[in-house]
């Protein structure tokens, strides 16, 4: 009797144990997709010309933004750096937006490989930026994230997070265009060639030229790769932005000169 009451126990705690570790795995993915914010995209809107942006963060993104505000509202207000931010806001629509059928709609792509590296220096490096306006992802998939993150661990982290509940400036640019986007722009620039693309926009909707912001020549995005591990994560985890956009010549690049 005594060895079927020690049965019992110890096939009661057992199983409590193994409900206690279900729960908690419950409990962990729920945080995980309640802390997630779903993302929509920022479309910046030119009503007068009829044009419109679909927001590439870490794509020069800042620099398009305010290029656009001159044929908007004037290279008074495009100059001035109040009245620019109060333009931009103005002009910034998220999420689905009635009329775009009718508006011609481009984005800019980036190397993901560079953009990840800068996504990384502007959010978890830029201790500047980071003190006056808090780490953006203190409550990001419920702490996940961490300030104190190198960039393989960063990079080993984003790796495991599906674009559905990606920020946005990790977030696959594929996913954002094809899935994120409920408007598809009928022109997808690459960023390494904006100075060949751009002017055409220029002249047909009365932006002012690129004044490139937040780029920075102090750094090469290779140096971040330290080893091909890291190197091939990025590249699977982004793999169809590097064969849709163009970039596998970038991957091959950084892989010849870890070796040098």
């Given at each position: 009797m005594g060895e079927k009451v020690d049965f019992m126990k110890f096939f009661t705690v057992a199983l409590f144990d193994r409900l206690r570790r279900v729960v908690k795995l419950i409990v962990h993915a729920g945080k995980f997709f309640v802390a997630g914010k779903i993302e929509k995209p920022d479309y910046l809107i030119v009503?007068?010309?009829?044009?419109?942006?679909?927001?590439?963060?870490?794509?020069?993104?800042?620099?398009?933004?305010?290029?656009?505000?001159?044929?908007?509202?004037?290279?008074q207000v495009a100059n001035n750096v109040e009245k620019r931010?109060?333009?931009?806001a103005r002009l910034m629509i998220r999420g689905k937006v009635k009329g775009l059928e009718d508006k011609?709609?481009?984005?800019?792509?980036?190397?993901?490989?560079?953009?990840?590296?800068?996504?990384?220096?502007?959010?978890?490096?830029?201790?500047?930026?980071?003190k006056r306006s808090g780490f953006l992802y203190d409550e990001y998939l419920g702490g996940y994230l961490k300030l104190s993150d190198s960039f393989e661990e960063f990079v080993r982290k984003i790796a495991k997070i599906p674009d559905r509940v990606c920020d946005r400036h990790f977030m696959s640019q594929s996913y954002l265009v094809d899935h994120l986007a409920p408007h598809k722009p009928q022109d997808i620039f690459k960023l390494e060639e904006i100075n060949e693309s751009y002017?055409?926009?220029?002249?047909?909707?009365?932006?002012?030229?690129?004044?490139?912001a937040n780029r920075s020549a102090s750094y090469d995005y290779r140096d971040y790769y330290k080893n091909k591990d890291i190197l091939d994560l990025v590249f699977n985890r982004y793999r169809e932005d590097v064969e849709r956009f163009g970039y596998q010549s970038d991957y091959q690049a950084i892989k010849e000169y870890m070796a040098n």
């Open positions: 009503e007068d010309v009829g044009v419109a942006y679909l927001v590439m963060p870490k794509a020069a993104c800042t620099s398009i933004k305010r290029s656009m505000v001159a044929a908007a509202e004037g290279e931010r109060a333009a931009i011609y709609v481009f984005t800019y792509v980036r190397n993901p490989f560079a953009r990840l590296v800068s996504a990384y220096i502007n959010k978890f490096e830029d201790m500047e930026k980071i002017p055409s926009l220029v002249e047909r909707f009365g932006f002012s030229s690129l004044e490139f």
